[in-house]
C-alpha cells in the first residue's frame, strides 16, 4: 500500500498542489505558536515538553486514526495515507518558487529572481552577483527537495512498513518544521527567547534526518556522477555547519559537477562553511568553502531537476519492488 500512496500522492500534487498560502500551513504555525506560548518556561525540560507536544502529539494522532480507519476498511485507510502525503510530500510546496527564479532568470531579470530568493529563503539577497545567486538557489532547492520529498518519502515507507501508517510522513515535516521554526524565531525576534528549545529542535530533527539525509545523497550519487559524487560526499560534507545538509549538498554537487558553498557568509546560505570564521581572508573563505566543479550557470538548474526527478524514479522503482516481492512472497 505505501508505493500506492506515495504514486498517487504525487500525481494528485502536481495536478492540483496547494497554493502558496494555505490552511495547513496557516495551522502548523498557529499550533507550533501555541505549544510554545503554554509550555515553555525557559529551562531544558520544557524544551523537551514543547517539542514533544508540537511534534510527537500530532504525529501519535495520525497514527491513531489511520488505526481508527483500518478497523473499518482498508480503502479508507489508504485514502488516510494519500491524504496525509498530500499536505506532507511533494515538489509543489517549495517549486513555484524554483520555478519563478528561473524564469526570472531565464529572462535576464535578475532583480525579479534576488527578489524571489529573498522572499522564500527569508534573506537579504539584493547585493547577490549572479553565480552566488545560482549557487543559493540551486543548494536551497536541493535541500528543499530532500527535506518535502526524500526525508518525508523514507520515515513514511519505515513506519508504515510496521503499521504505523503516514505517522513517519507527519514526524519528519513537523521536526524538520520546529527546527525550523524555533531557529528563526530565536534569530530575528526582538525578546527573550528559550534558546534550549531551538536547540533541542535542531538537535532532534538532526537526529531524524540522519538516515535520510545519506540515502538521499546516495540517490543523487546512482543517478549523477558516482565517483564525483561519493568523492565530495567524503571531503566536503563537512564545509557546513549542519552535516546532514553538507551531505546533501556536497553529493549533489559532486553529482552535477557543480561548485556549491563558497562565498556568502551565513545566514546567506544553508548554514554555510566553516571556512567564514573569525580571521579568515576572503580567498581562504572561498578556498575553503567551495566543492571542486564549475561555477554555477543558468544550466545548472536544469541537470538538479534532472537529477531530482531520476532520484525519485529511482526510489519509486525500489519500493515497486520491495512491493512486488511482499506481495508474491
Not at 25 to 52: C, I, K, M, Q, Y
Request: proline share 4%; net charge positive.
Amino acid at each position: 500500500m505505501s508505493f500506492f500512496s506515495v504514486l498517487l500522492a504525487l500525481l494528485i500534487e502536481q495536478l492540483r498542489p496547494l497554493p502558496r498560502v494555505n490552511g495547513v500551513h496557516e495551522a502548523l504555525v498557529a499550533w507550533t505558536r501555541w505549544a510554545g506560548r503554554n509550555f515553555d518556561a525557559g529551562r531544558e525540560h520544557h524544551a523537551w515538553v514543547v517539542w514533544g507536544v508540537t511534534v510527537a502529539g500530532p504525529t501519535l494522532l495520525v497514527w491513531a486514526i489511520y488505526v481508527a480507519l483500518l478497523q473499518f476498511s482498508l480503502l479508507l485507510a489508504f485514502a488516510w495515507n494519500v491524504a496525509v502525503l498530500y499536505v506532507t510530500l511533494g515538489f509543489r510546496h517549495f517549486s513555484h518558487f524554483f520555478t519563478d527564479i528561473r524564469d526570472a532568470l531565464e529572462r535576464g531579470d535578475e532583480v525579479t529572481a534576488r527578489r524571489l530568493l529573498a522572499q522564500w529563503r527569508h534573506l537579504d539577497a539584493s547585493e547577490l552577483p549572479r553565480d552566488e545567486l545560482l549557487r543559493q538557489v540551486i543548494e536551497h532547492a536541493l535541500l528543499a527537495a530532500h527535506r518535502h520529498v526524500f526525508g518525508v518519502f523514507f520515515w513514511f515507507v519505515v513506519l508504515a512498513t510496521v503499521g504505523l501508517g503516514p505517522a513517519g510522513a507527519v514526524l519528519y515535516r513537523l521536526s524538520e518544521f520546529a527546527s525550523r521554526y524555533w531557529s528563526y524565531k530565536n534569530r530575528t525576534v526582538g525578546i527573550t527567547m528559550n534558546e534550549r528549545l531551538a536547540a533541542r529542535s535542531q538537535a532532534m530533527f538532526g537526529a531524524i534526518d540522519h538516515v535520510p539525509a545519506r540515502l538521499t545523497a546516495f540517490g543523487f550519487a546512482v543517478v549523477g556522477n558516482f565517483e564525483e559524487a561519493i568523492s565530495c560526499w567524503r571531503r566536503d560534507a563537512e564545509l557546513w555547519r549542519q552535516r546532514n545538509d553538507g551531505i546533501v549538498l556536497a553529493a549533489a554537487a559532486g553529482a552535477v559537477g557543480v561548485r556549491l558553498g563558497g562565498k556568502a557568509p551565513p545566514p546567506l546560505a544553508p548554514d554555510r562553511s566553516q571556512g567564514f570564521g573569525a580571521g579568515a581572508s576572503p580567498q581562504e573563505a572561498e578556498a575553503a568553502g567551495s566543492t571542486p566543479g564549475i561555477t554555477p550557470e543558468l544550466g545548472h538548474l536544469r541537470s538538479v531537476v534532472g537529477l531530482v526527478w531520476r532520484s525519485v524514479v529511482l526510489w519509486m522503482l525500489l519500493l515497486a519492488l520491495l512491493t512486488l516481492a511482499n506481495l508474491t512472497g
